[in-house]
């Protein structure tokens, strides 16, 4: 007999599996979506979640992102993800407990291939990598696919923004256009600077406030806490920090015309994405407009190309959020619906 057992975000994984190392203190979830186009891939994150519950749901949404993610990005790799327990907000992952996880990936076999994510680094990856090969998302040399994929994740959902200002401001230029900008770490830093250089109006909000303020001074931006950065009346919402952000009652109070960010697993639930359709909020799906990390990464652990060639595809983001709000236009369904049967289609679940 067939369950969900019992976490609803559970769609028929191919694996779950919980790792603990009692030497290290090492408490990690490895998910893995599906394998139909090639290894699951997807980063590691270290994250202070409230209970194991919350960890095992995060990993169960964000590795069936990364198959999508990684279908719609034409990429011969399937979806997965790793979570690392922190015990506490600030933590620092230790040495052992990295190479601890590192030999669980290891014990998966090549099924599972990391990278970086959120609370690790390109030098987390190298400590990963003495335990594993497959690992991605490590140090390269100039000009080669690879490397933090940060920058190369924020250049394309700047992208991204600029063609969904195009399609639902009519904007040709980002002059002028108002951004609010929820987080600003690598990605959404990297954002604020390229759409600072086009004369953006940005505001941006952080839960490490004086980051933000920095960043603020740094490219003349204007600064709110975070708890009021998606009520801003503005052009565009752009998400940068965790998901599950988009819920029923954020949703009622936006007051733009496009979401449009690089945070993963923006909608709380399915129902948010016809919310927003049905608020007649243009939404550029989160895991085609970020999909330019996993690019840079995966082609690094393929050997598939340099960095150049990592660029032409991150180039091709905006097309790909078009053919999805064509197909919203044409059949009315919201954007976040059409991107996710692409996608099933592409991994043959459809």
Known sequence: MLTDWGFPDFDDHEGVHLFTDRDSGLSAVIAIHSTKLGPAAGGVRFW??????????????????MSYKNAMAGLPMGGGKGVVLAPRQGAAITPAQLEAFGRAVESLGGRYVTAEDVGMSENSMKIVATQTRHVSGLPVAAGSAGGDPGPVTAMGVYLGVKAAAKRGLGADSMRGVRVSIQGVGSVGGGLARLLAKDGAVLTLADIHGEHAKALAAEIGAAVVPTEEILGLETDIVSPNALGAILTEASIAALRCKVV????????????????????????????????????????EYLGLGDRAEVMARVDKIPERLIEVWDESDRTGDPESEVADRIAQRLIGRG
């Open 260 to 299: 449009a960010g690089g945070a993963n697993n923006q909608l709380a639930t399915r129902a948010d994405g016809h919310r927003l359709h049905g608020r007649g909020i243009l939404y550029a799906p989160d895991y085609v407009i970020n999909a330019g990390g996993i690019i840079n990464v995966g082609l």
């Open 48 to 65: 202070n979640y409230a209970d194991s519950k919350a960890a095992i749901t995060d990993a169960l949404r964000l590795s069936r992102g």
